[in-house]
């Protein structure tokens, strides 16, 4: 069982206009879905038929309207009712501009109360235990902090999380991202960005070694359209996807947790459970919708994509000292060779073609699939 938490969930709003014009009235087309990183790797793992629940305060009319989407689309979910108003965001889509233009409006959320706060650690705790007699439990925490909630907060569900035995994915930014590194997290998932910004260091190299040392078990950094990179204690592997362009990235990196996840759950080898989430991760760039992806492209990215081994961060915390080595291209051809079974170069171009001559049509081929595939489940968990 993965049980992702999403303390700031939203409501996601899609209008889509051919041209924003400020000043004048438009009439879009609208789409709603519940929103929220954690939501978002929920319904990834519910349509790869994964169990899942996700836990996400709800408040509102638009919470009770996150509520009735989840159910719709069958993603198991457990809601702490908050008194605060569930947030939207609101994103609008150029139809005439390239790449379909997108601005955000993005509140900020309610305030969780200290006694809101309690009930999700309680709810979660009873969770835990559950999915955890059951059999192997992951939690994954995603995304910023909602107003009300210290820096720590994430620690504290780590710390949480630990005393049953469940190992936790944290794909969150700044200081919570720092806070929760203390508590030990199995995995990290900063973005590019997240990595420099949360450190205030310039090299990604040594932003890594510095996650390392706080404590974090293992660090995978996205890289957008170049893919990510993992350093864990068992080695470093870098996985490329094949390059999409014009697609919709927004959500890409809760598709690269769902996988990360799964691979933690099943106890897969690292360079595997790598390569999947670049697989996974770009197959949701081929959709317009966050937590949707292209089901038959990632049959084929997956079969596609490969893993190689990368220099090492290498962190000695016993005397706190450490040396950085993170230029890919200084791996020696010995490491790319005994990590990369089939030649990932040939392999990336040939699916490339294959995206850029699949475009528009293919992604709505590919959500359809992607829905009737998914296997009916509960609505409401435990
Ligand atoms: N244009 C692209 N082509 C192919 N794959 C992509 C592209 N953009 C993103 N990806 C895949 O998605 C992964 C995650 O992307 P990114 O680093 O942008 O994550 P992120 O910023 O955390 O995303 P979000 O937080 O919106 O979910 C990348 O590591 C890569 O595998
Ligand atoms: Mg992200």
Not at 109 to 125: D, K, Y
Not at 263 to 278: E, I, K, M, N, Y
Request: contains cysteine.
């Amino acid at each position: 069982m993965i049980v992702t938490v999403t303390l700031n969930p939203a409501l996601d709003i899609t209008y889509t206009v051919p041209e924003l014009k400020t000043g004048r009235t438009h009439r879009p087309q609208v789409t709603a879905q519940a929103g929220g990183k954690g939501v978002n790797v929920a319904r990834t793992l519910h349509a790869l038929g994964r169990e899942t629940v996700a836990v996400l305060p709800l408040g509102g009319f638009d919470g009770e309207a996150v509520r009735a989407e989840l159910e719709t689309a069958r993603v198991p979910h457990h809601v702490i009712p908050i008194s605060g108003a569930t947030r939207r965001t609101v994103t609008v889509v150029e139809t005439a501009a390239p790449d379909g233009l997108a601005t955000g409006f993005n509140e900020a959320g309610p305030e969780l109360t200290t006694e809101e706060w309690a009930e999700i650690c309680a709810s979660l705790g009873t969770l835990l235990e559950t999915a955890t007699l059951d059999g192997s439990a992951v939690l994954v925490l995603s995304g910023k902090l909602p107003r009300g909630l210290a820096d720590t907060a994430y620690a504290d569900l780590i710390a949480l999380a630990d005393s049953f035995g469940t190992p936790t994915i944290l794909d969150t930014e700044g200081p919570a991202l720092l806070a929760g590194l203390a508590a030990r997290p199995a995995v990290v998932k900063p973005n590019a960005h997240e990595l420099l910004d949360a450190t205030g260091l310039s090299d990604s190299g040594q932003a890594v070694a510095e996650l390392l040392q706080r404590g974090a078990r293992a660090v995978v950094a996205s890289h957008g359209p170049d893919g990510l990179t993992a350093h864990t204690a068992d080695g470093s592997w870098t996985a490329r996807p094949p390059r999409i362009e014009g697609g919709n990235p927004t959500g890409a990196g809760d598709a690269a947790v769902a996988a990360l996840a799964i691979g933690l759950a099943d106890g897969t080898p690292w360079p595997v459970t790598l390569a999947d989430a670049a697989a996974l991760s770009a197959a949701t760039v081929l959709t317009d919708r966050a937590g949707v992806f292209d089901a038959e492209a990632y049959r084929r990215f997956k079969a596609a994509v490969t893993s190689t081994a990368t220099s090492t961060v290498t962190v000695d915390t016993a005397t706190a000292t450490r040396a950085v080595t993170t230029d890919v291209a200084t791996s020696t051809a010995t490491e790319t060779s005994t990590a990369t079974e089939t030649s990932t170069a040939t392999e990336t171009s040939a699916v490339t073609t294959d995206v850029e001559t699949n475009t528009a049509s293919e992604t709505a081929a590919g959500t359809a699939t992607t829905g009737a595939a998914t296997d009916p489940a509960p609505s409401e968990a435990p």
